[in-house]
C-alpha cells in the first residue's frame, strides 16, 4: 500500500493510498473534527465519527442502527458477522452501544484493511478481521454461530452478483441462529426490479421478510438504499417501525401482504441468473460534499 501524505481539500484534509483493488481516499468533515468519510474509487464507502462510534451519518446505516437496538434488550451482547468491512462503522457501532459483543468483519482488500487500521483504529472493539471475499468466509462461520450477519458490499458502486442468489442466502441462513437476522444493503431506483428479486431471494430461504426504506426510493421517485431484512423467525417489526419512523430522516417498515405485492411478479436470482446491482446516478455515491452522498 503506497500512502500519500496528508493534504488539504478545501475545507477537508485528505489521506490518499493506492490499495488493492484501488485508490482510497479518507476525507476529514469539517463540520466534526473527528470525524472521516472513507471513499474507493470516488465512491463514498463509510463514515465514522472516531470520538462519538454512536453518531451513524449515512441514512442507510441509521436504519441498520435501529434494526442492531431492536434484536436484543439494550446493551446485550450481539454476535455479528460484517460481510463487507469499510472502515468498520457499524461494528463500531455494536461495540459502543453492546459492550462485549463478538464481531467478525470481512474485508476483501487487505490493503484497504491496512489503512483503516492504521489510520481509524478501533482498538477497544472485539474485531475478528477477516481478509477474504465475503461468499466465501461466510462458509467459515459455524451453523447457527451468529445473530445478524450484515451484508454491505460493493464493488465499483455495485453489489457484486454472487452475494445476490438463493445459493449465497442459503449460506447466511446457515450461520444464524434460529432467531438471527440477515440485514442486507441495496442500492436501486426507478421501477426497483433488483430490489424485488432480492425480495423474493429472500422469501425462497426465510420465512420472515421486511424492507426499510425512504418513501420516495420505495415508491421509484429517487435512486436510494432498502435495507432488507430477513430472518427464520419473528422480526421486531412493530419496535423498528417506531424507531425508523422517529428518525431525523424517516423510513418506513414494508412487511406482510404490501411486501409480498412488491415481489410477486419477481424471480428468485439464482447463481446461473445473478447479475450485479444496478448502475448509480453519477455522483450518487460520490464525495459527501456533493448533493447525493452515498454508501457502500
Known amino acids: 500500500m503506497s500512502e500519500a501524505p496528508d493534504e488539504p481539500a478545501g475545507s ?18 469539517p463540520d466534526r473534527p473527528s470525524s472521516w468519510t472513507l471513499l474507493v474509487d470516488g465512491t ?20 441498520l442502527g435501529h434494526v442492531v437496538d431492536v434484536l436484543a434488550p439494550p446493551g446485550a451482547p450481539l454476535r455479528v458477522a460484517h460481510l463487507g468491512g469499510g472502515a468498520w462503522t457499524l461494528a463500531r457501532y455494536v461495540a459502543a452501544t453492546r459492550p462485549g459483543s463478538p464481531q467478525t468483519v470481512v474485508e476483501l482488500d ?34 447457527g454461530a451468529v445473530d445478524l450477519v450484515v451484508v454491505d458490499v460493493f464493488a465499483g458502486a455495485r453489489i457484486p452478483a454472487h452475494l445476490t442468489s438463493v445459493e449465497f442466502a442459503t449460506l447466511v441462513a446457515r450461520a444464524l441462529a434460529p432467531d438471527g437476522v440477515l440485514a442486507v444493503n441495496l442500492a436501486d431506483g426507478g421501477p426497483l426490479d433488483f430490489a424485488r428479486g432480492q425480495v423474493a431471494t429472500a422469501a425462497a430461504v426465510f420465512g420472515h421478510r421486511a424492507v426499510v426504506a425512504a418513501a420516495d426510493v420505495w415508491h421509484g421517485r429517487r435512486f ?45 436470482v439464482t447463481d446461473r441468473t445473478a447479475t450485479p446491482s444496478p448502475v448509480p446516478p453519477a455522483g450518487f455515491f460520490g464525495r459527501p460534499a456533493e448533493p447525493s452522498p452515498g454508501s457502500g
Open 110 to 143: 487487505g490493503a484497504l484493511a491496512d489503512l483503516v487500521r492504521t489510520r481509524l483504529p478501533a482498538d477497544d472493539t472485539l474485531l475478528d478481521l477477516r481478509i477474504g471475499d465475503a461468499r466465501a468466509m461466510a462458509l467459515d462461520l459455524a451453523p
Open 12 to 29: 477537508s484534509l485528505v489521506v490518499r493510498a493506492e490499495v488493492d483493488h484501488g485508490l482510497a481516499e479518507l476525507v476529514s468533515d
Open 44 to 63: 463514498a464507502q463509510s463514515h465514522v465519527d472516531l470520538d462519538d462510534p454512536t453518531h451513524l451519518e449515512f441514512e442507510y446505516l441509521r436504519r
Open 224 to 268: 436510494g438504499n432498502l435495507v432488507l431484512l430477513a430472518s427464520p423467525a419473528e422480526l421486531p417489526l412493530a419496535d423498528l417501525a417506531r424507531a425508523c419512523a422517529a428518525d431525523p430522516f424517516p423510513s418506513a417498515v414494508r412487511h406482510g401482504a404490501e411486501l409480498r405485492r412488491f415481489a410477486r411478479t419477481a424471480a428468485v
